[in-house]
C-alpha cells in the first residue's frame, strides 16, 4: 500500500500520520469532501420555526452556533436573556461564549454523548420547550429518540447545509486506502462520481454513522473504527497497514 486519502483538512498535529509514513513508507493526503454552510434565511423560514417559541435550545456544533447566532441577526431576532442552552459537549458550551455572556446565561454541556445531554436536562428542566438544532433534515436522531422516550417538548430545525467540494481534479483510482467519516462523504463521492467503481481500493469506515451510508451506497468496507482498540483514525491506519503486512 502507497496512498492513502482522509477525507478532512489535514490535522493541526500531524505528528501520528508522520510516523506512519516514516514507518510504512505511505503517501498521505487529506482532503476534504463537502464543508458545511449556514442556511440562508430563505431556506430557514421555509421550516416555519418560530425560535422564540422556544424555551431552550440544543447545539452539537460550533457551525450551528454561528448559523443560528447569524441567522438571528438577519431576521432581528432578539434572544432573551431566559433562554437556556444545553450543549453536547464543553467544546461547544465555550464556543457559545463567542455570542453570549456566559455568565448571564443558562448554560448545560453533556459529554459528547446524546445521552449526556438528556441527563444534563433531567427531571428539573423537563418542563421547557426544545429547539433541537440538525444539520440535515431527518425524521429522528440518537437525541431526539432519546427526548421522545424522556416526553420531552421539542422540535428540530435545520441550520446548517452540508455543500460537496469539486474533487473532478482528484485521481481517487489512484489511492491503495480512502478513509470516510460522514454520509456526505459518501454523497460527496457519488455527485462527483456518479459511476465510480470501487475496484481495489480499500475503505476505511470512521463513526457510526457512515457505515450504513457506504453499505448502501455499495462501497466495502476494509476497517471500521473507531474502537477500544483503534480510537483513533492513525491508529486505525496502522492496525490495518500492520497487519496486511504481516499476511
Not at 209 to 225: D, F, Q, R, Y
Request: glycine share 4%.
Amino acid at each position: 500500500m502507497n496512498k492513502i486519502l482522509i477525507s478532512q483538512n489535514a490535522p493541526h498535529n500531524a505528528a501520528p500520520y508522520s510516523a506512519l509514513k516514516e514507518k510504512f513508507g505511505v503517501e498521505i493526503d487529506f482532503k476534504p469532501f463537502f464543508h458545511i454552510e449556514p442556511l440562508t434565511s430563505r431556506e430557514f423560514r421555509a421550516q416555519r420555526i418560530n425560535i422564540l417559541d422556544y424555551t431552550a435550545i440544543i447545539f452539537s456544533s460550533r457551525h450551528a452556533i454561528d448559523a443560528f447566532y447569524g441567522l438571528c441577526d438577519e431576521l432581528r431576532v432578539k434572544i432573551p436573556e431566559t433562554m437556556k442552552y444545553f450543549c453536547t459537549s464543553e467544546a461547544v458550551a465555550v464556543y457559545l461564549q463567542k455570542h453570549i455572556v456566559f455568565r448571564k446565561r443558562k448554560i448545560f454541556f453533556g459529554t459528547g454523548t446524546p445521552q449526556s445531554v438528556v441527563d444534563q436536562i433531567g427531571p428539573k428542566h423537563k418542563g421547557e420547550k426544545f429547539l433541537v438544532t440538525q444539520s440535515e433534515s431527518s425524521n429522528s436522531s440518537p437525541l431526539t429518540d432519546l427526548m421522545d422516550e424522556r416526553g420531552l417538548d421539542y422540535s428540530t430545525a435545520v441550520f446548517v447545509k452540508p455543500v460537496s467540494e469539486d474533487l473532478s481534479q482528484e485521481n481517487l483510482s489512484g489511492y491503495d486506502m480512502i478513509v470516510l467519516f460522514s454520509p456526505f462523504d459518501v454523497k460527496s463521492l457519488k455527485e462527483n462520481y456518479p459511476d465510480f467503481r470501487q475496484g481495489d481500493i480499500k475503505f476505511l469506515a470512521y463513526g457510526k454513522s457512515i457505515v450504513n451510508a457506504m453499505e448502501n451506497a455499495g462501497l466495502e468496507i476494509a476497517m471500521k473504527a473507531p474502537s477500544p482498540e483503534v480510537p483513533s483514525v492513525a491508529k486505525a491506519i496502522e492496525v490495518y497497514l500492520e497487519s496486511n503486512r504481516q499476511a
